[in-house]
């Protein structure tokens, strides 16, 4: 794994969460749902309901957020003020991951077993021209009736099935350390201690807390680039 991200040029990986629920990250760490609750942490969530039930699981992503997801809760939330974490990518070396090349509420992906996903494998193919083999290695027999269903109803003609855009990661400009779906999610199981926290990013200067900069010791970046669409949004419109 720690090849991987090096080769890639991976350099942090994302969490997007709350501004009410920084100062408690920054305290006790990053945790899952199920430990919040075990813990009687008062948090904001971003879901009411998490469709893929791993309450156990700290949903991220690879070197960008996933702008869609990120688009809709700001929409659904638009006097909520909201920050990125950025933490190290070693974290996907040392903590047991779960990595699904498209949206883990997807009906798709929603049943998928978690030990199908883990490792340099799963990881390798949410860089893949496409999600056939994440899929394979997934759930065979799931992509299996998949394929059946593209030749039956679809033909050769192989539109957005599965939400892939027609052209490969060379044509729309994707960099290295980005995941080919925007929306691909890593899984990442039990807590994320504040050690792997590289930094806290904001929308503008003016949401920055400094006083908590200062008493945390983690560093405040302002990067409104993190806050729109990436590169390639036009191929997913």
């Known amino acids: 794994m720690k090849t991987l991200i090096k080769e890639r040029g991976i350099s942090s990986i994302l969490h997007v969460t709350r501004m009410e629920n920084l100062q408690s990250i920054l305290t006790h760490g990053l945790m899952p749902r199920s430990m919040l609750d075990d813990k009687q942490i008062?948090?904001?969530?971003?879901?009411?309901?998490?469709?893929?039930v791993h309450l156990d699981?700290?949903?991220?992503?690879?070197?960008f957020p996933n702008y869609k997801r990120f688009h809709s809760l700001r929409k659904k939330y638009p006097a909520a003020k909201w920050v990125i974490l950025l933490l190290d990518p070693n974290v996907?070396?040392?903590?047991s991951c779960a990595?699904?090349?498209q949206n883990t509420?997807?009906?798709?992906?929603?049943?998928?077993?978690?030990?199908?996903i883990r490792g340099r494998e799963a990881c390798e193919l949410l860089f893949a021209?496409?999600?056939?083999?994440?899929?394979?290695?997934?759930?065979?027999?799931?992509?299996?009736?998949?394929?059946?269903?593209?030749?039956?109803?679809?033909?050769d003609h192989r539109p957005s099935a599965d939400s892939q855009p027609p052209d490969t990661r060379g044509p729309l400009g994707?960099?290295?350390?980005?995941?080919?779906?925007?929306?691909a999610e890593v899984l990442i199981k039990g807590l994320i201690e504040k050690e792997y926290i590289q930094s806290v990013v904001f929308n503008s200067a003016d949401e920055v807390?400094?006083?908590?900069?200062h008493t945390t010791g983690v560093q405040f970046k302002v990067f409104p680039g993190f806050f729109g669409p990436r590169i390639d949004h036009l191929a997913w419109s």
């Open 105 to 116: 509420a997807t009906i798709m992906c929603r049943d998928m077993a978690l030990e199908n």
């Open 42 to 52: 008062e948090a904001v969530f971003n879901d009411d309901v998490r469709h893929d």
């Open 174 to 183: 994707i960099p290295d350390r980005y995941t080919t779906d925007p929306q």
């Open 57 to 63: 699981h700290v949903s991220c992503s690879i070197s």
């Open 129 to 155: 021209e496409n999600s056939d083999g994440w899929f394979r290695l997934a759930d065979l027999e799931a992509y299996e009736r998949r394929m059946d269903y593209i030749a039956q109803f679809l033909g």
């Open 209 to 213: 807390p400094s006083q908590l900069e």
């Open 92 to 95: 996907l070396v040392d903590k």
């Open 99 to 101: 990595f699904y090349f």
